[in-house]
């Protein structure tokens, strides 16, 4: 990079990741970019990351432009992340949390992106630590986010993979400090006027996955889900999102121990199941050649509701088994179908739109069922 390369601000919100945050810490300083100032604000640790911190504060001084750290009691993860944009002094921000890890060229990756195009944030893909690496999952394009894919949880970026434009950080108000959820919101806000963001085929970031993260809780993450979509219920999207959201969780449920379950999330779960169920087995009492949409966990779930053998068609050739009655959508032309019932929630207009175009079924037959 040519010495007029921008500043690029890495924050580390810190907080009880004592027996992480130290490789988090390396990992900015062997950036192969230079300009690059850490802030690294401690969320009222009640571990030794204090210390783990000021261990290698006269590493970070030498190798920093500004190396900057504070130390304060808990105020959350967003209000930690407010802090940090205030005290910014970069052209591009990316935070990453103390128990995440930045591949060497994860700065200098997306600072070439973003001073190429006019996006006001970019993505490179994230592994899982210790994940085997599978080169069939791996992402070979790049990935265009819109503000309606976004809301149905299409294609998602990833936080640690991000690099954001401070201005326009600072432009849309920063992180809302009641909600958990904090970067689906973020990529949100900076799409709703109609702007894109962009995701690499390039893995710049290494995620670690432990019973502390957010994601493992499933209830806390709905119902910040929902909390998210709240501020833009006003958008065209919303209760398709909703449904969205709601399905994720639903799917989430099946495949987790649902002994382990809170009572709001047990009956959360109850009110989803007894409401697909009451959809299915109407269609049911009407129709005798009922097929399904979509072979994954929805899709398993109305089958087992019918109770009996049905078709299902499902664009991906993996799943295809004619011993199974898994086919490609376009065999539908070859059966007599009475409804078709679409497992596939968030990307059902684009499903019907296609169905519809390659003469494969009648619109009145495609059933989508209600998640609200």
């Not at 121990?257 to 169920?277: F, G, P």
């Not at 053998?309 to 032309?333: G, M, Q, R, Y």
Request: hydrophobic fraction near 40%.
């Amino acid at each position: 990079m040519p010495n007029e390369s921008p500043v690029v601000t890495v924050i580390i919100p810190s907080f009880n990741h004592a027996q992480f945050i130290k490789e988090t810490i390396l990992s900015v300083i062997n950036q192969d970019y230079k300009k690059i100032e850490l802030l690294i604000i401690d969320d009222g640790s009640s571990d030794a990351s204090v210390e783990v911190i000021q261990r290698l504060s006269e590493l970070c001084h030498a190798r920093f432009v500004r190396f900057q750290t504070r130390y304060r009691e808990n105020k959350g993860l967003c209000a930690t992340l407010n802090e940090a944009l205030d005290w910014s002094r970069g052209k591009y921000f990316a935070p990453i949390a103390s128990d995440d890890v930045l591949l060497q060229h994860k700065t200098s990756f997306l600072v070439e992106k973003l001073e190429t195009t006019n996006h006001n944030a970019a993505f490179g893909v994230m592994r899982e630590i210790g994940a085997i690496v599978n080169n069939k999952m791996k992402l070979n394009r790049v990935l265009t986010h819109t503000f309606s894919d976004l809301m149905r949880h299409i294609n998602m970026p990833n936080a640690p993979g991000a690099m954001i434009l401070t201005s326009k950080l600072k432009e849309i108000g920063g992180y809302p400090e009641n909600i958990k959820i904090e970067d689906w919101y973020m990529w949100l806000k900076l799409t709703e006027k109609g702007e894109v963001l962009r995701t690499y085929p390039e893995e710049v970031a290494l995620y670690r996955r432990h019973e502390d993260n957010t994601s493992s809780k499933l209830w806390l993450m709905h119902t910040n889900r929902v909390k998210v979509l709240s501020f833009f219920s006003d958008s065209k999207d919303y209760k398709i999102a909703l449904s969205k959201i709601n399905v994720l969780f639903f799917r989430d449920v099946v495949n987790a121990n649902q002994s382990s379950l809170c009572k709001e999330a047990s009956l959360e779960y109850k009110r989803l199941y007894d409401k697909v169920s009451e959809q299915v087995l109407a269609l049911a009492e009407k129709h005798s050649n009922i097929a399904v949409y979509g072979f994954g966990t929805i899709g398993n779930i109305i089958i087992n509701i019918l109770g009996r053998d049905c078709l299902v068609f499902d664009k991906s050739t993996a799943l295809h088994n004619a011993d199974k009655n898994i086919f490609p959508p376009e065999h539908l032309i070859n059966y007599q179908i009475d409804r078709l019932v679409l497992a596939s929630v968030g990307y059902e207009d684009k499903v019907i739109a296609k169905l519809i175009a390659n003469n494969l079924i009648a619109r009145k037959k495609i059933v989508q069922l209600d998640f609200l």
